[in-house]
């Protein structure tokens, strides 16, 4: 299923591809969220996406997510979030803040040139945590890049928020305090 809603938002599943393994992670035992199978046989393309976007003219908040890792697909949020801000539609970003490692580059200004609202996994405390329970294929250097990219969405994108799952070994003050140090918000899972 490309295409999903929940709560008040359209949600956009474009991979399922992701260089994280995280221990809390939902695709290890489902094949989906809300009764939607989000496994994906093939990666849609930017027709079929907003195709799909057709089908549900009334939301005007589109969320790319994925079941997976949605800046594993750059070309597609930036071309399908140029379309979709051509017809007003507020756009977030649902990401694990790995995009610049996954892509090569810096990626946030391109990303701010059409998201509105970016939702990044802050997930653990400190590199170490976040290297037990994240798994990423990027090793200890994906936290540091990690709060670079929170670092440089601040700068891009209007609305940031970090969120956290509380699992055995995350410290939610100490998380609690980086967002402080950020002044952005924190929403814990
Ligand atoms: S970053 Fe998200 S999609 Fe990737 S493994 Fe972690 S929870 Fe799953």
Do not use: W
């Not at 969320?63 to 979030?81: K, S």
């Not at 892509?103 to 802050?122: A, C, F």
């Not at 305090?177 to 924190?186: R, T």
């Amino acid at each position: 299923m490309i295409a999903y809603t929940y709560k008040e938002g359209l949600y956009l599943n474009i991979t399922n591809r992701c260089p994280n393994r995280c221990t809390f992670c939902v695709r290890q035992y489902q094949d989906g969220v809300g009764g939607h199978n989000l496994i994906l046989k093939e990666e849609p393309t930017i027709a079929e996406i907003l195709a799909a976007v057709e089908e549900y003219p009334d939301y005007d908040e589109i969320i790319f997510c994925g079941y997976g890792e949605p800046t594993c697909r750059l070309d597609v949020i930036l071309n399908v979030g140029r379309e979709l801000k051509k017809r007003g539609c507020h756009l977030r970003l649902n990401t694990n803040g790995q995009g610049n490692l996954i892509n090569g580059y810096n990626i946030v200004p391109d990303l701010g040139e059409v998201i509105d609202y970016i939702s990044i996994s802050l997930n653990a405390q400190d590199a170490e945590t976040y290297h037990e329970i994240c798994q990423s294929d990027y090793g200890r250097e994906a936290y540091s890049e990690l709060l670079h990219f929170i670092e440089e969405s601040i700068k891009h994108i209007s609305h940031v928020r970090l969120t956290v799952v509380a699992v055995p070994g995350v410290d939610i003050e100490a998380c609690h305090a980086i967002a402080e140090k950020f002044q952005i918000d924190l929403m814990v899972r």
